[in-house]
């Protein structure tokens, strides 16, 4: 069982998996040329910082425009839309990357440790819709996968104590070729696992969340890029001022 989707608008049958399972997988979401030149930045915005430590840099999008791209794709972009409406921004994005014989992170939800969101209600709602950006071969275990509890933003229950990820027999560890996205509530329990390889895996996360929640990758959106970007991707930064619009954001500014 391997919830499947593709790129572009959510059909009727992505809805329901990713309500019941809380991700879709979704192959070819990039092009080559766009993984390509997505994984040469993160290559860039991690150069001369040490090799061996797990890390996500917030706001490189801001720098480099093969992740700008991403953080509107029409890959994804429909998606974000079909199911939080016409405003919503990326309150955050991260370019992650493991390091060679990282054995792997903490199973965990994704929110504000300060408020967690599974306490707004059970199931959580989605608050973040987290899209990670596969730049790295994963289509084997070993290279950092991504790994997942399918459904387990449904439930309130706490983790077992003591338990890890593949300690679970619902884990489904994600495996996945350069260019596929993992669009993911923030309410599935998930980790990233060990890198085995003699290379860094790298994934460029997406997060996308109603105008009200606070950005975590940037205090504040760089003023020069702001200017020179497009027109959906500034409103997507949520850089609207309190005595003009406050949260009644405008909708973003869709073809249709
Ligand atoms: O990229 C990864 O390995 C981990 C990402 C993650 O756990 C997250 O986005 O919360």
Redesign the pocket.
């Known amino acids: 069982m391997i919830p499947y989707g593709e790129p572009g608008p959510l059909t009727e049958m992505e809805r329901f998996v990713f309500d019941s399972v809380g991700y879709l997988i979704i192959p070819d979401a990039l092009s080559q040329d766009e993984t390509a030149a997505a994984r040469e930045a993160c290559d860039r915005v991690h150069e001369g910082l040490p090799t061996d430590q ?1 890390r ?1 840099l917030g706001a490189t999008f801001e720098r480099e425009p093969a992740l700008e791209r991403i953080v509107d794709h029409p890959s994804i972009l429909p998606k974000a839309r079909a199911l939080f409406g016409d405003k919503f921004i990326l309150q955050s994005s ?1 370019a ?1 990357v ?1 390091p060679p014989g990282f054995t792997g ?1 903490g199973i ?1 939800q ?1 929110g504000s440790s300060a408020f967690e969101f599974r306490n707004l209600a059970t199931p959580t709602p989605l608050v973040q819709l ?1 899209t ?1 950006f596969v730049l790295t071969d994963q289509s084997a275990p070993g290279a ?1 996968n ?1 790994v997942l509890l399918p459904g387990s933003h449904n439930t309130g229950h706490p983790l077992p104590s003591g338990a890890t990820i593949m300690d679970f027999p619902t884990a489904h560890m994600v495996t996945a070729s350069p260019g596929a996205a993992l669009m993911f509530h923030q309410g599935v329990y ?3 696992s060990g890198n085995t390889r003699d290379y860094p ?1 790298h ?1 460029f ?1 997406t997060i996308y969340a109603p105008p009200w929640l606070n950005h975590t990758d940037r205090m504040t959106t760089s003023p020069g890029f702001l200017e020179r970007t497009t027109p959906m991707r500034r409103a997507l930064m949520g850089a609207w001022t309190h005595d003009t619009e406050s949260f009644h954001m405008s909708p973003l500014p869709f073809d249709d």
Do not use: L
């Open positions: 797990w996500q991260w992650t493991v992170g965990h994704d987290r990670g950092g991504m998930h980790c990233g895996r994934m996360h």
